[in-house]
Structures are given as C-alpha cells and as structure tokens.
C-alpha cells in the first residue's frame, strides 16, 4: 500500500512529519510492507514553515500510484491558487481509496471540489474562515478528526497524530495503532 | 538565542520534528527573535529514520554559537561510536545555557559524560539499558522529562514535545508555552 503525503513551501512542519512518524513506525511494528513516501509539484528542496528544509521523495511526474493520500496544512493559501496542484489533488483522490487533510490541507481538498455535503473539520482559528468560504461543508469543531468513508479531516497540526493513528488502526488494526502510539509514547486521543 | 537540534541518519523523525515545531511555533507567537536550526556532522542529505529526507542548516565546522542545544533519538549507537561526534557534543554542551536530550538522545549525552550523577530518563524500551551502560546516571521512568539545572532528559518520541514546551516556559514564559500548545492543539502534559 502507497501512502503519499503531499507538502510544499510553508506547510506546517508537524502536519506532515507527524503522520510520516505515526505510519513508518506502525510499518516496522506491522511489517505491513507499506511505502510512505512525500510528495511535492516539483522537485527540489522544500522550505516548510520556520524555513524547516525538506526533500520530498517524488514531485508530480515521477510518483508511484497512492492509494492513501494526506494534504497537509500551514500557509496553504498559495497551494489554493494553483491549477496544477488542484487538479493533481482531485485527480489522485479519485484514484485513492482514502484521502485525508490534516489542520488546513482541508482548504486544498475543499477547493478541489472534494468535500461537499460532507462533516469536515480543520484548525481551530480556521473554523469559520473554511464556513464561509465553501459553504456546501458541514464545518464542525471539537472534534480531533472527522471521518466520512473515504474522506478523513482533522483539527490542527497534532491532531494529525491522532487521525493518523486513526487510519493504522483502519487500514491494519487497533491493536497495531496502540502498539504505534505506544511506541511513540504519544496518548492518543481516540474518538470513542 | 540560538537552538541547534543534532540530527544524524536514522534518527526518529518526530524526536526533532516535534521540538522544531514547538521552538518556531512560540517564536512566531511570542516574536522571541530565537534562531532554531538543525545541526549534522556535515554537510548534505541526512535520511532519518523510515528513509525521511532532511536537510541540516550548518555542519559542526560551520554553525552559529549554540545556546540551547538538543540531541535527538533514533538509532543512535553509530553515533556513539564516533569521537568526533561526542566530542562536539562535550564540546557545545560546556558552553551552551540548556542542554536536553529526546529519547535515546539521552544515551550520546551519557557518552559525553554530561549526565554523571544526574537523574535522567529515556524512551521506555531503553530505561534498562542506559542503566547498565551508564551506572553513574539515576535512571528513572514514568516521567515525561527530567529537568536538572541545565540538563533536561524527556522520554521517547512525542515526549520531546512536551519538553521543549518546558523550555518554552523556561527560556520565554509560561504563558507563551501554554499558547504554543493551544495553537499545536497538543494537550500538554506537564509535570505539577
């Protein structure tokens, strides 16, 4: 199973290096022969948020099929202006069998059209802004991930741990994702 | 002020990730003027562990003055193994204000002969042995971090978290960190 995690400049660094922890762990707990990769438009270093220098594995052109996608949040405003990277985004969830956001990666998959009609949520502070910008979504807070079959949205930066787990616990099993967050010492917050 | 984060191959992604997170997130809020960056033995591409592509600021020849310096987990016993290495730690410990350890980080702070005499702890799976490795270290657990003057030792993983917040509120204030944690959505386990 491919998982790809899609980044770019000024995305938030715990929004992506979070759920790379959560799945590379549970994939040497599981043996789950799962390949965890970043994606990025294109290739090069990126600069995350607080000028944190990242590769990604692949850029658009060279990435393998993913069959789990995460969109990452941060300073997502200019990812929401290019063409490019919406398309790319809808045309890879059309083909995934799940698509998650973490914090405000949920903007990214809202503009791509993915959203509508569904319970979604995103960053605290960014609660109302994602109301009122694309009013076809269901907007909830206080609630550390929101899962609607295929789509998976979580709150801020490290509720992405959580949602991560989430899909381990999905995608192999709750005993894995326990095994994960103790691993990582991490005190998951589960949705119960 | 400046926090250099040692980093090397195959160490844990959220053992750095995480304080870098939390140092650039309270320096965004709180307007501190501090300098985070992350620190290798050279120059280049370092792979942390599950093959995570990450790039340092500065090498040992070239880095700023270092004032809190943290040393991060993974699998770090070819680190302990290099003169070179525990002697910069030895070296930027003795002239750094603060000096922590994430996770097994604890084990090349041991090796440099900081933590003689001191309480210390480490990532779970390890308590054992840096107890029969390092006999001069009172090794507890159960304890997210251990601070001692200078010396902080945090647990495994997302433990580094909740450490650098104590540094936040040491070095800045606590309700700076408090904010941190908020605008993380991480729910801050302090020691009370």
């Known amino acids: ?16 290096s979070g759920p790379f922890e959560v799945l590379s762990t549970a994939n040497r707990l599981g043996h789950n022969n799962w390949n965890i990769f970043l994606v990025s438009e294109n290739k090069g270093l990126i600069q995350a948020r607080g000028g944190y220098p990242i590769h990604s594995h692949f850029s658009f052109e060279d990435h393998p099929d993913i069959d789990v996608l995460i969109v990452v949040g941060g300073i997502h405003t200019e990812e929401l202006k290019k063409a490019h990277v919406i398309s790319w985004v809808a045309k890879v969830a059309e083909h995934a069998s799940k698509v998650a956001s973490v914090c405000t990666g949920a903007f990214i998959l809202a503009e791509a059209g993915l959203l509508n009609g569904l319970t979604v949520t995103t960053h605290w502070e960014d609660i109302s802004d ?23 949205t979580s709150g801020g930066i490290s509720a992405g741990i959580d949602m991560t787990l989430h899909l381990v616990s999905d995608l192999a099993n709750l005993t894995l994702a326990k095994e994960t967050a ?7 917050q589960r949705i119960t």
């Open 182 to 188: 103790k691993q990582m010492e991490y005190d998951w």
């Open 130 to 152: 994602l109301k009122i910008d694309y009013p076809k979504l269901n907007v909830v807070s206080n609630q550390r991930w929101v899962s609607q079959g295929k789509y998976i």
């Open 1 to 16: 199973m491919n998982f790809g995690i899609y980044i770019y400049n000024n995305a938030e660094v715990l929004d992506f």
